[in-house]
């Protein structure tokens, strides 16, 4: 069992930044890739980014590339998602999963997932 836990949403104006962070309770925490998702209010939930366990390899939807970057800090068992350049259609529920197969952006490719934290951006 892996328990995840996001932190760092907020309310921000558009064009700001936020840096998400989401700690993670699995013993081999390096094993795991990891990947960001959003879900804004009446739609369906939608990939964002998704890391290597060794943290070298990234991946990104198209809405968000060049603005959007994911790192992690395996001895700290923590993976980020920096947000710059945010708009106000990034408002959603920010969520961090683990991966196990199937490919990056498909939410059944996930494991165990965070309960997330809310990011709104005004305009």
């Known amino acids: 069992q892996v328990q995840l836990v996001e932190s760092g949403g907020g309310l921000v104006q558009a064009g700001g930044s936020l840096r998400l962070s989401c700690a993670a309770s699995a013993r081999a925490f390096s094993f795991y890739d990891m990947g960001w998702f959003r879900q804004a209010p009446g739609k369906e939930r939608e990939f964002v980014g998704a890391?290597?366990?060794?943290?070298?390899?990234?991946s990104y939807a198209d809405s968000v590339k060049g603005r959007f970057t994911v790192s992690r800090d395996n001895a700290k068992k923590t993976v980020y998602l920096q947000m710059n350049s945010l708009k106000p259609e990034d408002t959603a529920v920010y969520y961090c999963?683990?991966?196990?197969?199937?490919?990056?952006?498909?939410?059944?490719?996930?494991?165990?997932w965070g309960q997330g934290t809310q990011v709104t951006v005004s305009s």
């Open positions: 890391i290597s366990g060794d943290g070298l390899s990234t």
């Open positions: 999963a683990t991966y196990y197969s199937g490919g990056y952006s498909y939410i059944s490719s996930y494991a165990y």
